[in-house]
Nanobody, 124 residues
């Protein structure tokens, strides 16, 4: 079955960096668009970054542009989110998701598979 397993979350001070990883299995990785979403307490889940199935195109939320970078490795079947200059408002549970048509949607309901999430906490 399809599994998406996130790792790399943790506690970091404002201005610091973290790198999230999402290892995918049970699917044809190169056929899926991959996204990172986040959900803070009391807020809706929102798209942070999306990468097309061939890594030609990327999407970033305005709030993370210039600070976060999404990438993917087709040998490791892994998608990454490099997060720099972290801010307290980046605190959330971060989820990895896979979209089967390869389209770069930014709405969570378009995604077919989800990981369990990893907590990112940024202290001020």
């Amino acid at each position: 079955q399809v599994q998406l397993v996130e790792s790399g979350g943790g506690l970091v001070q404002a201005g610091g960096s973290l790198r999230l990883s999402c290892a995918a299995s049970g699917l044809t990785f190169s056929s899926y668009a991959m996204g990172w979403f986040r959900q803070a307490p009391g807020k809706e889940r929102e798209a942070v970054a999306v990468i097309s199935r061939r890594a030609i195109s990327t999407y970033y939320a305005d709030s993370v542009k210039g600070r976060f970078t999404i990438s993917r490795d087709y040998v490791q079947n892994t998608v990454y989110l490099q997060m720099n200059n972290l801010k307290p408002e980046d605190t959330a549970v971060y989820y990895c998701a896979a979209e089967a048509t390869g389209m770069m949607f930014s709405t969570p309901d378009k995604y077919d598979y989800w990981g369990q999430g990893t907590q990112v906490t940024v202290s001020s």
